[in-house]
């Protein structure tokens, strides 16, 4: 080995900068084994940032790679009408749904990782129920100032886990917003059935053994005609 290769081994300095070209699963998943050294580099500020779980606000916006592959429901382009969306049958197709033990830990790391870079810092959640007496919108804010993953999971799952239920979410707010680069937009429609059962439709292997509810306050529940436009205020 030349003394120039030992000296990028040896060096955690240029290490360091050797491991900024390694794809993101072998910087999160293989590099940590080769070494206590390698393993202690993947914690400095730059590789965290790199790995999205610190946040880099001099970045280029950027959706977490890994979670666009191994989560693709939560990154799928918003059709233009509901049955395009994803739904629970979507979830249960995931890249790890035959295998869902790693991914169910409470420490799974995914779970850690922030969705985009710069992180989204507001997430507009708006509610369409499809009811035999018309249809009902509400809306929430939830403000987070580094919005990750395990809170996006946690926050949709219950939302999809029910009859003719569906979702789409726009990232950096293409639906509208003051500041794209902190806002994304999560949509959600669903139809009310007759019975009123509450039937779960998704299988509880995808739901995290670290999930916890994500308390949004949703505002006055109002009743919309096709077009989106209100019509009165109601009280159901």
Avoid at 69 to 77: D, H, L, S
Wanted: hydrophobic share 40%; glycine share 6%; charged share 25%.
């Amino acid at each position: 080995m030349s003394s120039a290769q030992l000296a990028v081994i040896f060096s955690p300095e240029l290490l360091e900068l050797t491991l900024t070209h390694l794809p993101m699963r072998d910087l999160l998943v293989t590099a940590p084994l080769v070494s206590k050294m390698w393993q202690a580099l993947t914690l400095t500020p730059t590789l965290q940032r790199l790995l999205f779980f610190q946040p880099d606000t001099s970045s280029d916006q950027a959706e977490n790679p890994l979670l666009v592959e191994m989560f693709p429901p939560f990154f799928a382009p918003g059709g233009p009408n509901r049955w395009s969306w994803p739904n629970s049958k979507a979830i249960e197709s995931m890249p790890w749904s035959k295998s869902p033990d790693a991914f169910k830990r409470p420490d799974a790391s995914w779970r850690r990782m922030l969705v985009t870079q710069p992180p989204a810092r507001r997430l507009v959640i708006t509610e369409r129920c499809h009811a035999r007496g018309g249809d009902f919108v509400h809306r929430a804010v939830l403000n987070d100032p580094c919005l990750r993953m395990g809170v996006l999971y946690d926050l949709v799952l219950p939302f999809v886990d029910r009859p003719s239920s569906s979702f789409c979410i726009r990232w950096r707010g293409d639906g509208g917003g003051e500041d794209v680069r902190e806002e994304i937009a999560l949509s959600i429609i669903y139809t009310r059935q007759c019975s009123g059962r509450l039937d779960k439709y998704i299988h509880e292997r995808f739901y995290s053994d670290a999930a916890e509810t994500v308390g949004v306050e949703f505002g006055e529940r109002v009743r919309v005609r096709w077009d989106g436009e209100a019509v009165f205020p109601s009280d159901s």
